[in-house]
């Protein structure tokens, strides 16, 4: 094979990798969060409203992505978290002590309107709601945040999937970047998650030995 289309082919390749990389991550992103449910059979902790906003952010992007014919490495990620997301509502209607059935019913509305959002929803729509995105991730966070402050506990969350949220968030701005992608729309999403899941990193580290743990403990004891 000649050398010069070797070369080109691994230019092409090379700024790939990272990409589809993120997107295998995305695969198993929030697998820990869900096996800490299931194991628990709990969700506290666990913000319902947070999670449905960000399914909704989630959908924006993707719908955005997909009418503008966006390459899936540069979004593919989305799509998988939003799927896993899904399946974490479904735990939280199953392990809930109330509102189950209005719990059912939002997620229900949030996959009959893929549809339309997708199909139907104008180009001018679909960036203006794409651009909302950053505000929904910050308000899809804030629950969650205000909730482990209150608590001084950070519940049935899952550390592992917080890390790897944003190490995903920080590879996926750089590949961005790195392929000259300028768009707002586009960055501000990942660059506003990576700030908000080192923010809960961070809370983490702050209340590992909070309430939740010291009352599992004394439970030991007795």
Do not use: E, R, Y
């Given at each position: 094979m000649n050398v010069d289309k070797v070369m080109e082919l691994t230019i092409r390749i090379l700024p790939l990798i990272p990409s589809y990389a993120i997107i295998a991550g995305a695969i198993f992103l929030k697998v820990p969060q869900i096996i800490k449910i299931l194991t628990s059979q709990s969700v506290a902790g666990l913000s319902f409203s947070a999670l449905v906003i960000e399914i909704i952010a989630y959908m924006f992007t993707l719908a955005y992505s997909m009418r503008i014919e966006a390459p899936f490495s540069t979004y593919g990620e989305g799509?998988?978290?939003?799927?896993?997301?899904?399946?974490?509502g479904l735990l939280m209607v199953l392990f809930a002590s109330e509102g189950r059935l209005l719990r059912s019913m939002t997620l229900s509305i949030l996959c009959l309107a893929c549809y339309p959002l997708g199909v139907m929803a104008s180009t001018p729509l679909l960036t203006l709601l794409q651009s909302s995105t950053v505000v929904l991730f910050i308000v899809s966070r804030a629950p969650q945040i205000y909730s482990a402050f209150k608590l001084k506990?950070?519940?049935?969350?899952?550390?592992?999937?917080i890390v790897l949220a944003a190490v995903g968030n920080a590879v996926r701005v750089a590949t961005l970047i790195a392929a000259g992608v300028t768009d707002v729309p586009s960055i501000a999403p990942h660059a506003a998650g990576l700030i908000l899941n080192l923010i809960?990193?961070?809370q983490f580290a702050m209340y590992r030995n909070g309430p939740a743990k010291e009352a599992k403990e004394a439970k030991k004891d007795e």
């Open positions: 799509f998988f978290a939003a799927i896993q997301d899904l399946i974490i506990s950070t519940g049935q969350l899952a550390l592992t999937s809960i990193i961070v």
